[in-house]
């Protein structure tokens, strides 16, 4: 069984080589998924139940969804130079370095889940299916 994150990642690979028009293989994707997955799951778990403040959260779903720090800044009405800001403290929350990292260990924790939208907030329904 393929892991949701698995197929996230492939997909978003997929998307942002069609969308550059890279020349990349189906065998290059796949390698660069695993590679992209087992990053994300090297992760160090925290020892604490994880609290993050509402731009935290916002940023982190910005990172699932692959938005550059201006477009999540755009999203969020702030700053890409706050987006930075709120990106350290929630590498340093999560006990992470990367995105790939915050977004598996903020999955791990049931901050995000991957949903329709392609990630959701838990709880949240996927509104193109209501």
């Not at 997929?14 to 090297?42: C, K, N, Q, S």
């Amino acid at each position: 069984m393929t892991h949701p994150l698995q197929t996230a990642i492939h997909t978003q690979l997929l998307a942002v080589a069609e969308e550059r028009d890279l020349p990349i293989t189906t065998a290059d994707v796949a390698v660069l998924t695993e590679a992209a997955l087992g990053a994300a799951f090297a992760v160090p778990v925290p020892d604490a139940p994880v609290q993050l403040t509402n731009q935290q959260l916002g940023v982190l779903i910005g990172l699932a969804l692959g938005d550059s720090v201006k477009a999540t800044a755009r999203r969020m009405c702030i700053t890409p130079g706050t987006v930075k800001t709120h990106l350290r403290r929630l590498y340093r929350v999560l006990g992470v370095h990367t995105g790939a990292q915050a977004v598996a260990v903020a999955m791990s924790y049931g901050l995000l889940r991957p949903g329709g939208a392609p990630f959701a907030l838990p709880g949240q329904r996927d509104r193109r299916t209501s």
